[in-house]
Nanobody
Framework: QVQLVESGGGLVQAGGSLRLSCAAS????????MGWYRQAPGKQRELVAL???????NYADSVKGRFSITSNAARDTVYLQMNSLKPEDTGVYYC??????????WGQGTQVTVSS
């Protein structure tokens, strides 16, 4: 089981920025994909951004140009830099990892609240 520990959530005003971090308990080279999903109240969990072990990225249309996902293999950590935040970005953000054996793992989630 891969342990994923998230940090960096909080309350911010619209237009502000936050950076989320997700530290994995094993080397990122054993993880095919890492990234972030979010879930707003009353809605389904949705993709925010993903990064592969070779550095390819994928973003939800709603966050393109505002969010940036990066990784630090030396620290087995993935980051999500969120700029120009909007109230609709509010939700619980979950770190996600897919191992090379195709197993899926989730973090506990971190709350992001954007006030208008």
């Amino acid at each position: 089981q891969v342990q994923l520990v998230e940090s960096g959530g909080g309350l911010v005003q619209a237009g502000g920025s936050l950076r989320l971090s997700c530290a994995a308990s094993e080397t990122m080279w054993s993880l095919n994909v890492m990234g972030w999903y979010r879930q707003a109240p009353g809605k389904q969990r949705e993709l925010v951004a993903l990064i592969t072990r070779v550095g390819s990225t994928n973003y939800a249309d709603s966050v393109k140009g505002r969010f940036s996902i990066t990784s630090n293999a030396a620290r087995d950590t993935v980051y999500l830099q969120m700029n120009s935040l909007k109230p609709e970005d509010t939700g619980v953000y979950y770190c996600h990892a897919k191992r090379l054996d195709q197993s899926i793992h989730w973090g506990q989630g971190t709350q992001v609240t954007v006030s208008s």
